[in-house]
């Protein structure tokens, strides 16, 4: 996958961090470990830190501080049911600006095209499930 631009991961982050949260607690750096193995090794400290903080002020995420084994100690992030009510709303928001960057940009042609030919990009179904995932959860609370 070709470098995002900073613009883009700055714009993305947020939603992208609310769905890494909404599969357990983590820390900074196993996000990054993260976001790098997802294909966004451009993602530094100096954004991820910030979006997390607006994050917690925001009230979509908590913080928890652990003492370290034989080190610091780590801030571990975890996601509010105000977070997973966010996820689901933002989400939404972002699939349908997707829609309409790919119809703007003609690349829904190119997409059709690769599954004419039986190629396919998970990423919307495995979203869409855990957009399910999240609706139920939210229902159960």
Excluded at 38 to 48: D, E, I, R, S, V
């Amino acid at each position: 996958m070709p470098e995002v631009s900073s613009a883009w991961l700055r714009a993305a982050l947020p939603l992208c961090l609310l769905g890494m949260l909404e599969r357990g607690e983590s820390y900074g750096y196993a996000l990054l470990q993260e976001l790098s193995a997802a294909g966004l090794p451009n993602a530094k400290a100096a954004t991820l830190y910030p979006a997390l903080t607006r994050l917690e002020e925001e009230g979509a995420v908590d913080i928890r501080w652990s003492a370290g084994e034989g080190g610091p100690g780590r801030k571990y992030y975890s996601l509010t049911d105000a977070g997973r009510e966010r996820l689901v709303v933002e989400y939404r928001a972002w699939r349908d600006f997707d829609d309409v960057v790919t119809a703007l940009s003609g690349a829904g042609d190119r997409r059709e095209h690769r599954r004419e030919l039986g190629e396919h990009d998970g990423s919307h179904a495995e979203a869409e499930a855990r957009e399910a995932g999240v609706r139920e959860a939210g229902a159960d609370a």
